[in-house]
């Protein structure tokens, strides 16, 4: 006599759901991962080499959350950070050459009366 297995077809096991590649990236651009490791390389007690590696993959948005917003301040990727330090730095030119005036100003009188005596 043989046994007869009974084998139900197209049963699901319930189990982790499948995503694909967008739907991975998708959800770390939403919710952002931090990647952090240091590398450290000593010789007999002498340290050679530190990395420290710091590395947050987010959207825009989720970074601007985050309270990170360089690209906006740093003056080498935005256009109008560029601009703002350059209108600081002229600026700043301006009022150094404002204190150095009064002193130029005395020297060239004195040189003018200097010139003037026989």
Known sequence: MTDTYLVERDCQVPGPQTSNLADILERILDKGIVIAGDIKIDLLDIELLTIRLRLFVASVDTAK???????????????????????????ELRERLAALEPEAGETRDRDREEDRRP
Not at 65 to 91: F, Q, V, Y
């Open 65 to 91: 959350k985050a309270g990170i917003d360089w690209w906006e301040t740093d003056p080498a990727l935005s256009s109008r950070a560029a601009r703002d330090s350059l209108l600081e730095e002229n600026r």
